[in-house]
């Protein structure tokens, strides 16, 4: 695996300390795996993370959003004591606690969530400010004269 100083970043660059960050954490592998999930594109400022969380009910997943990192966590509850009696042959159902963090870009919102048939939808948009926003410039059709400049408008 390749490793990357980023120290001469930190040197000259001020206010790139977050770049920085993303480019670390990008390079950390999870080999883990768990829980499956998909990103899909929905249209052009919208978008969709689908997670597999089977045998996890809606009270036993957090999903945070803070600053640019959305968190997605599960934990199950204890299990009760009625089923000690159960004897598995063969357990393939994953019940283990698990946590997924996914960077989000700038101005990128949650929308809503929904749990439905053990997936879990993460549904997400992008909303940009309307300074942000492309505008249309419309260009002038005359050259403004030096009286009209300083406020003053010449009479015809």
Do not use: C, W
Not at 69 to 81: A, N, P, V, W
Request: net charge negative; proline share 3%.
């Amino acid at each position: 695996m390749n490793t990357f100083d980023l120290s001469p970043l930190y040197r000259t660059a001020i206010g790139f300390d977050r770049l920085a960050d993303m480019l670390t954490n990008a390079s950390r592998v999870d080999s883990n795996g768990y829980p499956p999930y998909n990103v899909e594109s929905l249209g052009e400022d919208r978008y969709r993370i689908t997670m597999a969380v089977a045998g996890f009910s809606e009270d036993e997943i957090e999903i945070t959003s803070e600053q640019n990192t959305l968190t997605i966590s599960g934990s199950k509850h204890e299990e009760r004591d009625d089923n000690e009696d159960r004897e598995f042959l063969y357990r393939g159902i994953a019940t283990r606690s698990f946590e997924r963090r996914f960077q989000l870009a700038d101005h990128v919102k949650v929308d809503g969530a929904s749990l439905e048939n053990g997936l879990l939808h993460i549904d997400m948009v992008r909303e940009l400010p309307e300074q942000m926003k492309p505008r249309k410039i419309e260009i002038g059709s005359g050259r403004l004269l030096e009286g009209e400049r300083k406020g003053k408008v010449k009479a015809a």
